[in-house]
C-alpha cells in the first residue's frame, strides 16, 4: 500500500516554518531569514519515500497586513489550510495574541492539527517547553505536540514518524527525485532576496521584489548568465540598496552568487539592477507583474 498526503505548515512570522520544511525535506527548498516575511509564495516540498510521499506547503507567516501585499500573500496560508490533508502549526513561544488571531482559522477545518514548537534550544529547560505546550492546550483539539529545533534538527524525525500513520492511501503525486515544485528560475530570484534580507535593514526587506531578466546559458564559458532586476519603492532605498560605490549591491551578488552555485548546483554570472517602482506593494498591476496574487 502506498500512503501520501498534503501538510500545511502554518504560523506567525519568523518562527521558522521554512527551516522546519527543509528539515522536514532534508533539502533546501525555501529561503530563511531572520527577517518577519521572509516567505511570500506557497512553497512545496516534496518528501518520497519507496512507500510514502508527503507534500509539505510552506506559507507566508500569517498576521494582520496592511498594505495589498501583505493582505494577498496571507490570503495563501488561509486557503492553503483548505486544501491540505493536516495542518502543521508552528510556534516559538507561549500563546498571545498573535497565535490566537491563526487558531481562529482553525475553526471548523475537519483535520488533523500538530503543534510543533520549534526553536528549544533557546528554551532554558523542560518545564520551560511545558509551559508553551499547557499554553496551547485546551482550545483546540490538537492532535499531537512536537518540541523540535528545526535549525538543529533536534526530534524533526518524531514529526514524520507520527504524520506516517495518519497519511491516507494515495498515488505518488510528484516523481521521487522532485524536491519542490518550484522552478529553477523563481528558485534563483528567491535566493538573492535571501541575501538582500541578510543584508539590508528596517523597511528595504519588506520594499524589495526580485524579477529575473534573462537567463543565457553561456556555453563558450560553461556558465549561465542571469540578468536580475530589483525592485524597491523609493529613491532613497535605491541609492542604500546599491551602497557606496557600489560595494552593498556587490557583496549582496557575490553572496547570492555561491548560494546559487550551492543550492543549485549552477555555475552562474550574475548582474544586478536596481530599480525603482513607486508604492509598488499597493498596486495590483505591479503585484501581479511580480508574480503575486491570483
Ligand atoms: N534558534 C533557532 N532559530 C531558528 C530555528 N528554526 C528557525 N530559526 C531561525 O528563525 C528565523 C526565521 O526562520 P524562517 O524559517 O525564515 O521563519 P519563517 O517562519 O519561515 O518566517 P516567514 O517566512 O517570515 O513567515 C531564522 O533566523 C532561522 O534561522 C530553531 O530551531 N532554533
Ligand atoms: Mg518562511
Known sequence: MHKS?????????NVGKSTLLNALIGQKVAIMSPKPQ????????????????MIFVDTPGMHKGKDL??????????????????????VDRKKTAAEGFIMNYFKGLKKPIFIVINKIDELKSKSAIDEVIMSYMGDNDFEGYFP??????????KI???????????????????????????????????KILYFTEQEIPHAVAVVIESI????????VD??????VERPTQKQILIGRGGEKIKHIGTEARKEINKVLDTKIHLTLWVKVKKDWRNRPSDLKAFGFGE
Not at 498526503?5 to 512570522?13: S, Y
Not at 501585499?69 to 502543521?88: E, G, H, P, Q, Y
Not at 543565457?216 to 564559458?221: F, G, I
Open 5 to 13: 498526503g498534503f501538510i500545511a505548515i502554518v504560523g506567525r512570522p
Open 226 to 231: 542571469v540578468s536580475t532586476l530589483i525592485i
Open 38 to 53: 521572509t516567505t511570500r509564495h506557497r512553497i512545496t516540498g516534496v518528501l518520497s519515500e519507496n512507500d510514502y510521499q
Open 69 to 90: 501585499l501583505n493582505k494577498t500573500i496571507d490570503k495563501v496560508a488561509v486557503s492553503s489550510l483548505r486544501d491540505v490533508d493536516m495542518v502543521l502549526f508552528v
Open 160 to 194: 514524520k514518524e507520527k504524520l506516517i500513520e495518519y497519511l491516507p492511501e494515495g498515488p505518488k503525486y510528484f516523481p521521487p527525485e522532485m524536491k519542490s515544485d518550484q522552478s529553477e528560475t523563481v528558485m534563483m530570484s528567491e535566493l538573492i532576496r535571501e
Open 148 to 157: 523540535v529545533s528545526a535549525k538543529d534538527l533536534t526530534y524533526v524525525d
Open 216 to 223: 543565457y546559458q553561456n556555453t563558450e564559458l560553461n556558465q
